[in-house]
T-cell receptor
Protein backbone atom coordinates (compact mmCIF):
# COMPACT_ATOMS: atom_id res chain seq x y z
CA UNK A 1 0.00 0.00 0.00
CA UNK A 2 1.37 3.42 -0.94
CA UNK A 3 2.10 5.82 1.88
CA UNK A 4 1.50 9.54 1.94
CA UNK A 5 3.17 11.07 -1.09
CA UNK A 6 4.09 14.69 -1.59
CA UNK A 7 5.12 16.52 -4.73
CA UNK A 8 7.49 18.11 -5.47
CA UNK A 9 10.17 16.98 -3.05
CA UNK A 10 12.04 20.26 -3.53
CA UNK A 11 11.06 23.62 -4.96
CA UNK A 12 13.13 26.76 -5.37
CA UNK A 13 11.21 29.85 -6.41
CA UNK A 14 11.76 33.58 -6.42
CA UNK A 15 10.02 35.91 -4.04
CA UNK A 16 6.69 36.96 -5.51
CA UNK A 17 6.15 33.77 -7.49
CA UNK A 18 3.45 31.18 -6.89
CA UNK A 19 4.03 27.60 -5.81
CA UNK A 20 1.57 24.75 -5.41
CA UNK A 21 2.37 21.78 -3.24
CA UNK A 22 0.47 18.55 -3.57
CA UNK A 23 -0.29 15.79 -1.08
CA UNK A 24 -1.78 12.39 -1.83
CA UNK A 25 -2.95 10.78 1.41
CA UNK A 26 -3.23 7.08 2.03
CA UNK A 27 -6.29 5.80 0.22
CA UNK A 28 -9.35 5.87 2.47
CA UNK A 29 -7.89 8.28 5.02
CA UNK A 30 -10.44 11.02 5.58
CA UNK A 31 -8.21 13.15 7.82
CA UNK A 32 -5.51 15.16 6.07
CA UNK A 33 -3.17 17.60 7.79
CA UNK A 34 -0.62 20.14 6.62
CA UNK A 35 2.33 21.08 8.82
CA UNK A 36 5.39 23.26 8.25
CA UNK A 37 8.88 23.32 9.74
CA UNK A 38 10.81 26.51 9.34
CA UNK A 39 14.58 25.98 9.59
CA UNK A 40 15.61 24.82 13.04
CA UNK A 41 12.24 25.47 14.60
CA UNK A 42 9.30 23.34 15.64
CA UNK A 43 6.93 21.65 13.23
CA UNK A 44 3.82 23.79 13.22
CA UNK A 45 0.27 22.81 12.40
CA UNK A 46 -1.26 24.63 9.44
CA UNK A 47 -4.64 23.05 8.85
CA UNK A 48 -6.80 19.95 8.99
CA UNK A 49 -9.25 18.55 6.45
CA UNK A 50 -11.90 15.96 7.11
CA UNK A 51 -12.75 14.72 3.66
CA UNK A 52 -13.18 17.90 1.63
CA UNK A 53 -14.08 20.16 4.57
CA UNK A 54 -11.65 22.37 6.45
CA UNK A 55 -11.98 21.28 10.06
CA UNK A 56 -9.37 23.62 11.52
CA UNK A 57 -7.32 26.21 9.68
CA UNK A 58 -6.10 28.09 12.72
CA UNK A 59 -2.46 27.54 11.81
CA UNK A 60 -2.54 29.12 8.37
CA UNK A 61 -0.08 32.04 8.51
CA UNK A 62 -1.97 34.51 6.32
CA UNK A 63 -4.15 34.83 3.25
CA UNK A 64 -1.25 34.12 0.91
CA UNK A 65 -1.79 30.46 1.73
CA UNK A 66 -4.70 28.57 0.19
CA UNK A 67 -5.39 24.90 0.81
CA UNK A 68 -7.91 22.83 -1.07
CA UNK A 69 -9.08 19.26 -1.07
CA UNK A 70 -11.67 19.02 -3.78
CA UNK A 71 -13.35 15.63 -3.83
CA UNK A 72 -11.82 14.69 -0.53
CA UNK A 73 -8.84 12.89 -2.03
CA UNK A 74 -5.57 14.72 -2.69
CA UNK A 75 -4.89 18.19 -1.34
CA UNK A 76 -3.01 21.19 -2.66
CA UNK A 77 -1.41 24.03 -0.75
CA UNK A 78 -0.79 27.14 -2.80
CA UNK A 79 1.42 30.01 -1.72
CA UNK A 80 0.83 33.21 -3.66
CA UNK A 81 2.84 35.38 -3.69
CA UNK A 82 5.68 33.61 -1.91
CA UNK A 83 7.82 35.49 0.60
CA UNK A 84 11.27 34.67 1.97
CA UNK A 85 9.83 33.62 5.35
CA UNK A 86 7.74 30.93 3.66
CA UNK A 87 10.88 28.83 3.18
CA UNK A 88 10.78 25.57 5.07
CA UNK A 89 9.68 21.96 4.85
CA UNK A 90 5.97 21.37 4.36
CA UNK A 91 4.69 18.05 5.66
CA UNK A 92 1.41 16.38 4.92
CA UNK A 93 -0.12 13.67 7.09
CA UNK A 94 -3.20 11.50 6.90
CA UNK A 95 -5.05 9.19 9.23
CA UNK A 96 -8.29 7.24 9.19
CA UNK A 97 -11.49 8.84 10.42
CA UNK A 98 -12.35 6.32 13.11
CA UNK A 99 -10.54 6.24 16.43
CA UNK A 100 -9.04 9.09 18.42
CA UNK A 101 -5.52 7.78 18.49
CA UNK A 102 -5.08 6.24 15.11
CA UNK A 103 -1.57 6.91 13.86
CA UNK A 104 -0.97 9.89 11.61
CA UNK A 105 1.21 8.87 8.66
CA UNK A 106 3.50 11.56 7.32
CA UNK A 107 4.84 12.16 3.85
CA UNK A 108 8.48 12.93 3.14
CA UNK A 109 7.79 16.63 2.95
CA UNK A 110 8.34 19.31 0.34
CA UNK A 111 11.36 21.53 0.92
CA UNK A 112 10.44 25.02 -0.27
CA UNK A 113 13.14 27.62 -0.73
CA UNK A 114 12.14 31.16 -1.59
CA UNK A 115 15.02 33.31 -2.84
CA UNK B 1 -1.06 27.72 25.80
CA UNK B 2 0.46 25.08 23.58
CA UNK B 3 4.23 24.76 23.73
CA UNK B 4 6.60 21.82 23.52
CA UNK B 5 10.30 22.23 24.24
CA UNK B 6 13.28 20.00 23.58
CA UNK B 7 17.03 20.38 23.66
CA UNK B 8 18.44 20.80 20.17
CA UNK B 9 21.36 18.39 20.15
CA UNK B 10 22.59 15.21 21.82
CA UNK B 11 25.77 13.31 21.07
CA UNK B 12 26.42 9.78 22.36
CA UNK B 13 28.80 6.95 21.65
CA UNK B 14 27.61 3.76 19.99
CA UNK B 15 26.46 1.27 22.61
CA UNK B 16 25.62 3.91 25.21
CA UNK B 17 22.10 4.87 26.22
CA UNK B 18 20.54 8.05 24.88
CA UNK B 19 17.98 10.07 26.79
CA UNK B 20 16.02 12.75 24.96
CA UNK B 21 13.91 15.05 27.10
CA UNK B 22 10.81 17.08 26.35
CA UNK B 23 8.51 19.39 28.30
CA UNK B 24 5.00 20.29 27.29
CA UNK B 25 2.40 22.71 28.57
CA UNK B 26 -1.07 21.40 27.77
CA UNK B 27 -2.15 19.24 30.70
CA UNK B 28 -5.22 18.06 28.79
CA UNK B 29 -3.14 16.18 26.21
CA UNK B 30 -4.37 12.62 26.00
CA UNK B 31 -1.48 11.13 24.07
CA UNK B 32 2.17 12.05 23.76
CA UNK B 33 4.33 10.89 20.90
CA UNK B 34 7.89 10.44 19.76
CA UNK B 35 8.59 10.77 16.04
CA UNK B 36 11.87 10.08 14.25
CA UNK B 37 13.05 11.81 11.09
CA UNK B 38 15.98 10.31 9.24
CA UNK B 39 17.79 12.40 6.61
CA UNK B 40 15.65 12.86 3.50
CA UNK B 41 12.74 10.95 5.00
CA UNK B 42 9.38 11.82 6.48
CA UNK B 43 8.31 11.60 10.10
CA UNK B 44 8.05 8.08 11.45
CA UNK B 45 6.04 7.37 14.58
CA UNK B 46 8.36 5.61 17.03
CA UNK B 47 6.13 5.21 20.03
CA UNK B 48 3.42 6.93 22.02
CA UNK B 49 2.16 6.94 25.59
CA UNK B 50 -1.30 7.48 27.00
CA UNK B 51 -1.44 10.25 29.57
CA UNK B 52 -2.52 7.96 32.42
CA UNK B 53 0.64 5.86 32.07
CA UNK B 54 4.00 6.52 33.70
CA UNK B 55 6.15 4.31 31.53
CA UNK B 56 6.05 2.36 28.32
CA UNK B 57 8.74 0.02 27.06
CA UNK B 58 9.11 -1.22 23.53
CA UNK B 59 12.29 -3.19 22.81
CA UNK B 60 15.18 -0.69 23.07
CA UNK B 61 12.84 2.25 23.66
CA UNK B 62 11.57 3.37 27.06
CA UNK B 63 9.20 6.31 27.43
CA UNK B 64 8.80 7.96 30.82
CA UNK B 65 6.00 10.41 31.56
CA UNK B 66 5.88 12.70 34.57
CA UNK B 67 2.48 14.29 34.22
CA UNK B 68 2.87 16.49 37.29
CA UNK B 69 5.97 18.15 35.83
CA UNK B 70 4.73 17.79 32.22
CA UNK B 71 7.98 16.05 31.34
CA UNK B 72 8.42 13.30 28.77
CA UNK B 73 11.59 11.41 27.99
CA UNK B 74 12.71 8.83 25.45
CA UNK B 75 15.49 6.47 26.37
CA UNK B 76 17.20 4.46 23.64
CA UNK B 77 19.24 1.57 25.00
CA UNK B 78 22.37 0.35 23.19
CA UNK B 79 22.28 3.26 20.76
CA UNK B 80 23.39 2.39 17.23
CA UNK B 81 24.67 4.59 14.40
CA UNK B 82 21.38 3.90 12.62
CA UNK B 83 19.60 5.73 15.43
CA UNK B 84 21.18 9.00 14.28
CA UNK B 85 18.21 11.21 13.35
CA UNK B 86 16.07 14.07 14.57
CA UNK B 87 13.62 13.07 17.29
CA UNK B 88 10.44 15.07 17.76
CA UNK B 89 8.26 15.06 20.82
CA UNK B 90 4.58 15.85 20.17
CA UNK B 91 1.38 16.20 22.13
CA UNK B 92 -2.10 15.76 20.73
CA UNK B 93 -4.61 18.54 21.03
CA UNK B 94 -8.23 17.58 20.68
CA UNK B 95 -11.06 20.06 20.36
CA UNK B 96 -14.76 19.86 19.78
CA UNK B 97 -15.25 16.45 21.34
CA UNK B 98 -12.57 14.87 19.23
CA UNK B 99 -13.31 16.53 15.92
CA UNK B 100 -9.83 18.04 15.69
CA UNK B 101 -6.77 16.12 16.71
CA UNK B 102 -3.74 18.11 15.71
CA UNK B 103 -0.22 17.53 16.95
CA UNK B 104 1.93 20.14 18.66
CA UNK B 105 5.58 19.37 18.02
CA UNK B 106 8.78 20.40 19.70
CA UNK B 107 11.80 21.77 17.85
CA UNK B 108 13.34 18.32 17.50
CA UNK B 109 16.52 16.92 19.03
CA UNK B 110 19.32 15.96 16.67
CA UNK B 111 20.86 12.73 17.96
CA UNK B 112 24.39 12.10 16.71
CA UNK B 113 25.79 8.65 17.42
CA UNK B 114 29.57 8.42 17.31
CA UNK B 115 31.06 5.03 16.32
Amino acid sequence: EAGVTQFPSHSVIEKGQTVTLRCDPISGHDNLYWYRRVMGKEIKFLLHFVKESKQDESGMPNNRFLAERTGGTYSTLKVQPAELEDSGVYFCASRPLQGRNTEAFFGQGTRLTVV
Amino acid sequence: GEDVEQSLFLSVREGDSSVINCTYTDSSSTYLYWYKQEPGAGLQLLTYIFSNMDMKQDQRLTVLLNKKDKHLSLRIADTQTGDSAIYFCAESITFRGGATNKLIFGTGTLLAVQP
